[in-house]
């Protein structure tokens, strides 16, 4: 599975943009790319996934340039609720090797 | 649809006690999933079934066994606990194969061993 690097912390005021990358240098070609959000004392949730170019649902928007070595999750005008952990998680519909998720992006809403 | 469930929310054992936590999911998922997270990290598989009679180990298996006799159930079972396994234990199901197919989750298991 191809490994994935994201930082471990960001801080953002409310009603900022918030920018995640996540490097994945060896994606293979059937990959996609997946990002999980955490909330405290909850399970992961799916938010977004896309293999190439950009992707945008009511929640977020995924950046993937055209060589797919990283992607950007971006969380336009966040709040306080969007504080959470967020798991960037590249790989494929078809082998059965289960997803790795790392320690996320720790993501700190300030008011 | 309740989605995934489990069984109990908290629980706390002495070092050396068995317990069996229950995920269950109303989705008619095949694959079914059992992650540990300890503070401050990500989760590590533990276990996971890719269909009802079939159990495979994660990337942390050991102290822990597993079953999934019924298609709905995934069961974690803890021999004999120990203070190492004080983690909170979350459940997860999906429709397809394991990397990319979207994983529904259970609201999670704290477990103290003492």
């Known amino acids: 599975l191809a490994k994935t690097t994201q930082p471990i912390s960001m801080d953002s005021y409310e009603g900022q943009e918030v920018n995640i990358t996540c490097s994945h240098n060896?994606?293979?070609?059937?990959?996609?790319i997946t990002w999980y959000q955490q909330f405290p004392s909850q399970g992961p949730r799916f938010i977004i996934q896309?293999?190439?170019t950009k992707v945008t649902n009511e929640v977020a928007s995924l950046f993937i340039p055209a060589d797919r070595k990283s992607s950007t999750l971006s969380l336009p005008r966040v709040s306080l609720s969007d504080t959470a952990v967020y798991y960037c998680?590249?790989?494929?519909?078809?082998?059965?090797?289960?997803?790795?998720f790392g320690k996320g992006t720790r993501l700190s809403v300030i008011a | 649809n309740a989605g995934v469930t489990q069984t109990p929310k908290f629980r706390v054992l002495k070092t050396g006690q068995s317990m069996t936590l229950l995920c269950a999911q109303d989705m008619n998922h095949e694959y079914m999933y059992w992650y540990r997270q300890d503070p401050g990290m990500g989760l590590r598989l533990i276990h996971y079934s890719v269909g009802e009679g079939t159990t495979a180990k994660g990337e942390v298996p050991d102290g822990y066994n597993v079953s999934r006799l019924k298609k709905q159930n995934f069961l974690l079972g803890l021999e004999s606990a120990a203070p190492s396994q004080t983690s909170v234990y979350f459940c997860?199901?999906?429709?397809?194969?394991?990397?990319?197919?979207?994983?529904?989750f259970g609201p999670g298991t704290r477990l103290t061993v003492l």
């Open positions: 060896n994606i293979a070609t059937n990959d996609y």
């Open positions: 997860a199901s999906s429709y397809g194969g394991l990397a990319a197919n979207e994983q529904f």
């Open positions: 896309g293999y190439k």
């Open positions: 998680l590249v790989g494929d519909y078809s082998g059965n090797t289960p997803l790795v």
